[in-house]
């Protein structure tokens, strides 16, 4: 059997022709199972085609505290996967639509944020102030690099003063929070968008099921750290299926789109008068 | 996976400050703040669903100086680490801190802040309430404030829970406190499925004063040396020190200093 004439489910192992759970943007054709995607499939769903520019890419390795082990898992990763940090940043198009756009990719050690990751997130946020536009960031990550010790830990204050820069200058920022967004990135920028939206089913939170289980000796309710879980109880404004997040996307930029509001901060008085006139 | 920068030497030592971060008989917030302050009031409650009993936090006098004290507390017996939840903060004690340090704002007072948490709550209903929001909040507001922030790691820095009390103006630690992204045997047991691997991970991750000091994460040690009244007393002039180089700077640069300090954490990275 192929490897890339089929593919097989992660959850339930159903196994269908590749073309069918593309075309089903990896959503499982058997039992609904989003499959996290890495950057590339991601933007590909997302931005308009041939419309994105990367930014911020850089080269180097980064071993702050020089953690033993840290370079040889980088290089591994590099080779098997030709990717070499957890976060892609760039800008590109929504129905025509400009945007500031990074995405999370699991491959790269479970996605968790260290100084790199932070400061291209960071960055992000600056180059989108810069050049007043919306920041749309996908989640997927295990939390803080723990290879980077307390440097990973600052990069979960630096991110969110970042966010709070850029919204206090009036930019929009959509986070969309997929399988999965767990610890000091849940506990950062991830929950910190001006709107939060989610996939089905993706786990979000803070603390891990086990250490939960562990520490505190209770049983866990059935959806427990879900997507389903956090809005019931008003932590996402809403959950979108995957085939929809791009029309979702470009409805809330058109919404935003100050060309579009008659009430806009600046000339409000102006805009006022002539809605009275007409 | 033993490595060369890290010698026997600075893995015993990491690991020992450890256990005297943890040390059940260690002094606690409670006691510095009785220790240094005057007319401290407690207040209670997160106006929202709560009052979480890992944090104690108030107004209170330094000497001729009116601040806000926020502190993570712990016990010094099994029921009184019980009734504290070991110093493990839930959602609604970040949001009675995050809500303490926005009236101290209000009102113009410095904010003060003893970190001591193995970290933030591990349980259903603090995912229930959002826990991953309430430390993201406080991240977010307290680069904001523009009043003075001072904290000071206590005991155990542990991970978010402990940074959702930590964007300061000043980072200060008592000699024997750590500051860690993740506990050593949380880190063992990720990366070598074996948690009694601890000591040695504590080596690796450098989460002792003097190393954070070195790294420029932190400002300033706390001697432990002598009585515990002597290093509270130590404790106080370095308050004492730190409000009065603040008051020479206006709520904007505060707020300026506070977010510039962990904005050029990283900035050294060249891209193309
Ligand atoms: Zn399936």
Redesign the interface.
């Known amino acids: 059997m192929s490897q890339n004439l089929f593919f097989k489910c992660t959850k339930c192992g159903y196994i269908t022709e590749r073309k069918k759970v593309e075309v089903n943007n990896y959503v499982c054709l058997s039992c609904g199972y989003y499959e996290t995607l890495d950057y590339k499939k991601r933007l590909d769903m997302i931005i308009d085609q041939n419309t994105f520019t990367e930014t ?5 390795f ?1 071993d ?6 840290y370079r040889t898992k980088h290089e591994e990763i590099l080779s098997r996967s030709n990717l070499n940090e957890a976060v892609i940043t760039g800008s590109g198009y929504i129905d025509g639509q400009k945007v500031m756009i990074g995405v999370m990719d699991t491959r790269y050690m479970m996605g968790s944020m260290g ?2 990751v ?3 997130i ?2 992000l946020f600056e180059d989108a102030e810069d050049e007043k536009l919306p920041v749309i960031m996908f989640i997927a990550s295990g939390g ?3 290879q ?11 991110t ?6 850029f919204s ?1 200058a009036g930019g929009l920022y959509i986070s969309v929070l997929t399988n999965p967004t767990t ?2 990135v ?7 968008g001006d709107i939060i939206l989610a996939e089905p089913g993706a786990l ?5 099921k086990r ?2 289980e562990q ?2 000796n ?1 049983k ?2 059935f959806n ?2 879900t997507a389903e ?2 809005m019931d ?3 996402i404004d809403l959950i979108v299926e995957r085939k929809n997040l791009k029309s979702t996307l470009s409805d809330i930029l058109k919404i935003h789109d100050q060309e579009n509001n008659k009430f806009k901060l600046e000339d409000n008085i102006g805009s006022i008068n002539l809605l009275i006139n007409s | 996976m033993r490595d060369k920068s890290t010698t026997e030497a600075e893995i015993n030592n990491a690991w020992n400050k450890v256990l005297l971060a943890r040390k059940i008989t260690r002094f606690r917030s409670l006691d510095i703040i009785k220790h240094i302050f005057n007319s401290f009031i407690e207040l209670h409650g997160d106006r929202n669903i709560g009052d979480d009993r890992s944090i104690i936090a108030g107004i209170a006098m330094f000497d001729q100086q009116a601040v806000t004290v926020i502190g993570q507390q712990k016990g010094n017996s099994q029921k009184e680490m019980e009734y504290c939840q070991y110093g493990m903060t839930k959602p609604e004690g970040y949001r009675k801190a995050l809500r303490l340090m926005k009236q101290a704002e209000k009102f113009r007072r410095p904010i003060i802040c003893f970190i001591d948490t193995p970290g933030a709550f591990p349980g259903v209903s603090a995912e229930k309430n959002g826990q991953a929001e309430a430390i993201a909040r406080n991240l977010y507001e307290m680069a904001n404030i523009t009043v003075p922030i001072l904290s000071i790691i206590i005991g155990e820095g542990g991970s978010g829970g402990a940074l959702a009390l930590g964007v300061a103006n000043r980072v200060i630690m008592l000699e024997n406190a750590i500051y860690s992204v993740v506990s050593p045997e949380g880190c063992a047991s990720i990366l070598y499925k074996d948690s009694r691997k601890a000591p040695v991970v504590a080596g690796h991750l450098h989460l002792t004063a003097i190393d954070l000091k070195n790294y420029g994460i932190i400002d300033e040690i706390i001697s432990e040396e002598g009585t515990e009244s002597s290093i509270f007393d130590r404790i106080k002039q370095s308050i004492e020190g730190e409000l009065y180089r603040c008051s020479q700077l206006d709520g904007d640069e505060l707020r300026k200093e506070r977010i510039e300090r962990y904005r050029n954490i990283g900035s050294e990275i060249v891209f193309s």
């Open positions: 911020n890419i850089h080269n180097d980064h702050p505290i020089n953690f033993p082990g100084v790199v932070g400061e291209k960071t960055r803080a690099r723990m980077e010790g307390i440097f990973s830990l600052m990069q979960m204050a630096k969110s003063a970042a966010v709070l820069r206090e610890g000091g849940s506990a950062s920028f991830a929950f910190l979000i939170g803070f603390a891990g250490v939960i520490t505190i209770e866990l309710p427990f750290q879980f956090l109880h008003g932590y």
